[in-house]
C-alpha cells in the first residue's frame, strides 16, 4: 500500500478526524513531530499561525504558513516552552526503546501548551512480524518497537496532565508465545513485508519470504490455530489511543 493509498483509506479518514477534533481551534505556533508527507501540518496550517514541519529527512510541504525542518525529536533545536502546540502521531511507537523516555521529555520540554499524541493501543506487536531475509533478524510489524496504553504514555509525560483520551477503531488481533514462535520457525510468511520501514537490527529493506516447503506450512498452519485460542477470549479494543496533554503550571 502505497502512502497515497493508506491516507485516502476510510481507516486513515476516520483516524485524521478524530485527530483534528482534539486540535485546538486557532493558535500561534504548531510542531508536528514526524511530518512525514506534511498530511498534518497542513490540517494545522488551518489553525495556526506558523507550523513547523520536522522529520528526519526534511519535508516537502508547500505552504505558506509551514516551515519544513530537518531534525530529530531526541534532540529538538528549540527553546524551552517555544511552541503552543506540539503534534506527534504515528511516531512514538517506532522510536527505539532506549531513547523513548528522551524523546517525550523533548516533547513535553518545547510545549507551553497542549501536545496530542496518537500511537497504536495495546498492540501485540508478535502478530503481523518479520524475518530479514538479509541477518534472519525478527522484526515487528510496520517497524512498531514499541506498545502503549494510557498508564504508559501518562508515565513518558510527567510535566503533563492528561485532558483528554480517545479511541479510533477496534482490534481483537492477538497471539501467544507458543503461535509466535511457530511463526518464526515457518519464517514468518505472512508478515508485514510492504511496509517502508527497514530491518530494525541490520537495515536493510525487508523482502518477501521464499516459497515455504511442506514442514514450514504445517508448522504455520498450526501457528495460525494456536492463535486462534487467544483470540477467542480477546476483548475488543480501540486501534488507536489519541491522548490530549498539557502542560503543568509550575507557577
Not at 8 to 23: F, G, H, P, V, W
Not at 52 to 62: F, Q, R, S
Amino acid at each position: 500500500m502505497t502512502l497515497h493509498e493508506y491516507r485516502t483509506s476510510s481507516q486513515e479518514r476516520q483516524r485524521t478526524e478524530a485527530l483534528s477534533k482534539l486540535m485546538p481551534s486557532s493558535g500561534g505556533t504548531a510542531l508536528d513531530i514526524g511530518a512525514r508527507d506534511g498530511h498534518f501540518s497542513l490540517v494545522l496550517a488551518e489553525r495556526f499561525d506558523r507550523v513547523i514541519a520536522l522529520d528526519l529527512t526534511k519535508p516537502e510541504v508547500h505552504h505558506p504558513k509551514v516551515e519544513c525542518v530537518q531534525g530529530n525529536a531526541a534532540n529538538l533545536e528549540f527553546a524551552d516552552n517555544s511552541t503552543d502546540f506540539v503534534f506527534c502521531a504515528e511516531v512514538l511507537e517506532h522510536i527505539p526503546p532506549k531513547i523513548l523516555a528522551r524523546v517525550c521529555s523533548e516533547i513535553a520540554r518545547v510545549c507551553r501548551g497542549q501536545i496530542l499524541i496518537g500511537v497504536p493501543y495495546k498492540q501485540d506487536i508478535r502478530v503481523g512480524r518479520t524475518t530479514c531475509y538479509s541477518c534472519r533478524g525478527k522484526n515487528p510489524p510496520w517497524g512498531h518497537v514499541n506498545t502503549f496504553d494510557e498508564q504508559r504514555l501518562g508515565e513518558l509525560f510527567p510535566a503533563c496532565k492528561i485532558e483528554s483520551i480517545s479511541f479510533v477503531g477496534k482490534s481483537t488481533e492477538q497471539t501467544n508465545a507458543v503461535s509466535a514462535a511457530l511463526m518464526d520457525l515457518a519464517g514468518n510468511p505472512y508478515g508485514t513485508y510492504s511496509q517502508e520501514e527497514a530491518c530494525v537490527h541490520c537495515g536493510a529493506k525487508l523482502i518477501a519470504p521464499p516459497e515455504r516447503n511442506f514442514a514450514q506450512k504445517l508448522v504455520t498452519k498450526i501457528a495460525f490455530l494456536t492463535r486462534k485460542t487467544s483470540e477467542v477470549f480477546a476483548k475488543p479494543r480501540g486501534n488507536w489511543i489519541h491522548l490530549l496533554l498539557s502542560k503543568k503550571s509550575h507557577t
